[in-house]
């Protein structure tokens, strides 16, 4: 109910060209709750508090949202079907952009030569 709430939450965020972190940060928090893992929800729940201002910019131009959401709508249709096999490796495709993102952005460098920290 939750993963279906969040998926709805970004088909209208999708639709209004709104900024996507908040709907992607409930996606994923709603899959980590589904695990009733108490770890995981606490350390996937601590990344998306520590890094809302730079998913926030991540998703400011409206480029990534749409992919995200059918990346999102992918991953809740293997949970629905009960395959995790597939939920897994959608989730992997679906958080490789985003590390790429966040390696590029580590590696840029600052006037003088300087890594950015």
């Known amino acids: 109910v939750r993963i279906d709430a ?10 209004a060209g709104e900024n996507f972190a908040a709907c992607d940060a409930e996606f994923h928090l709603a899959v980590a709750a589904a695990t009733r893992n108490s770890v995981l929800r ?39 079907a009960g395959d995790a096999t597939a939920a897994a490796g959608l989730m992997r495709v679906h958080l490789q952009s985003a590390e ?9 460098r600052l006037p003088g030569g300087k890594a950015a920290s």
């Open 6 to 15: 969040a998926l709805e939450a970004g088909r209208r965020a999708v639709a």
């Open 42 to 80: 606490r350390v996937v729940n601590s990344f998306y508090l520590l890094s809302r201002t730079r998913r926030w910019h991540y998703f400011a131009d409206g480029r990534r949202a749409p992919e995200a959401q059918r990346q999102h709508e992918a991953m809740a249709a293997a949970i629905r």
């Open 100 to 108: 790429a993102y966040w390696h590029e952005l580590l590696q840029q």
